[in-house]
């Protein structure tokens, strides 16, 4: 947050006066007006008279000045409304303004605009680019043009930041992903387009849209493993989809290295977080397990699924099926009395697997005598 805190530091009109003032003939009623507003400290008063200003003379040279003035006076009384009707009109004279702009957007994230950010932090960033790509004035001193040019680039920043802010403040997954998309696409090497991946990720996986979450997903993963719900999908995917088993091992050895190394999340409980990690690191395990058995690699099959076991403990869809697939694993690697204990535990659970189970432990009682 580094560039943000800095913005942050930074007067709001950092390009300095955009707009000047000629001077004022207190012999026409522009000029009189204009000397009225002036000498006003009442700065409610003083808004009134810039907006009877701006209302009769909408095209005096002046007008642009007042309505700047006109927009921070708005702004500084927290009136969001104000505030972006006075930089419409004001954009409606000078359409390159970025200060215009940035109040428009600060407004509408006041308000919570989803709408109003999306389109104003896209006018922001768009004036804000035409100054950072455009060539410096000939009657511009060389050091003042990269000082408006800097600020120009962190008012790009900012604009991507409040897309992301918005983001992943919703709890509309339909939000998030319209505003990650736009971060996305014209933001691509943005600081933020990586960090809005995870909250989209989810949003995807929430709306349902499955195929975008894994997409998405192969696309982190190949620069960056560190998300362990991306790892997750992605590695379930190409199990149940019998593809990449490479990857399959490799996603499952790094989520558990994932899990072991993170700590705990500020605000979640130690009993939260702990059932949080048993529950990662037991389905990597068992992922992993589960396709050596496939791949009739039963030590190593034996070796994952052992490590399994405890951590889908709770887990009625997942234990049955850890523990005949440990049941035959054992009786392959010629260990039958552990085969016969993991099926007799599995025919004690409903499930898919509880007749086979029972079935194989009467098979093995009868092939291996001793065998409980």
Not at 304 to 321: G, H, S, T
């Amino acid at each position: 947050m580094r560039i943000f805190v800095l913005f942050l530091g930074l007067s709001v009109a950092a390009f300095g006066q955009r707009h000047k003032m000629e001077s004022v003939n207190a012999e026409k009623p522009e000029g009189k007006l204009l000397q009225q507003l002036l000498q006003e400290n009442d700065q409610t008063k003083k808004a009134a008279l810039m907006e009877q200003y701006v209302t009769e003379f909408p095209k005096n040279e002046d007008t642009a000045w007042v309505l700047e003035e006109l927009q921070g006076i708005y702004a500084k009384a927290n009136d969001s409304d104000k505030t972006i009707s006075a930089g419409e009109r004001l954009l409606a004279l000078d359409p390159d303004d970025p200060d215009a702009a940035l109040q428009c957007l600060k407004a509408a994230e006041a308000k919570k605009d989803v709408a109003g950010v999306k389109k104003w932090a896209a006018r922001t960033s768009a004036n804000s680019r035409k100054i950072v790509n455009g060539a410096k004035p000939a009657d511009e001193d060389a050091e003042h043009w990269k000082a408006q040019q800097d600020y120009a680039k962190q008012l790009d920043t900012y604009s991507e930041y409040a897309l992301y802010s918005q983001a992943v403040q919703s709890r509309d997954p339909k939000v998030v992903i319209e505003l990650a998309e736009v971060i996305q696409q014209q933001y691509p090497k943005g600081e933020y387009a990586s960090k809005v991946a995870g909250p989209q990720f989810l949003a995807y996986r929430q709306a349902g849209a499955n195929d975008k979450a894994i997409a998405l997903a192969e696309k982190v993963l190949a620069t960056d493993q560190s998300n362990e719900d991306m790892l997750l999908v992605v590695a379930d995917n190409y199990l149940q989809n019998k593809k990449d088993p490479d990857k399959v091992h490799a996603y499952s050895a790094k989520i558990v290295e994932v899990m072991n190394g993170k700590a705990k999340p500020e605000g979640v409980s130690d009993a939260d977080w702990s059932a949080r990690k048993n529950l990662v690191v037991g389905l990597a395990h068992y992922m992993n397990g589960k396709l050596y058995y496939n791949e009739t690699k039963f030590p190593m099959a034996d070796t994952e699924l052992r490590a399994a076991l405890p951590l889908v403990d709770a887990n009625p869809n997942i234990k049955p099926e850890v523990l005949y697939l440990l049941g035959f694993a054992n009786y392959k690697i010629d260990k039958p009395q552990e085969a016969a204990n993991y099926y007799r535990a599995c025919a004690a659970l409903k499930s898919p697997f509880q007749a086979t189970a029972a079935k194989n432990l009467q098979g093995i009682k009868t092939q291996y005598t001793g065998v409980k």
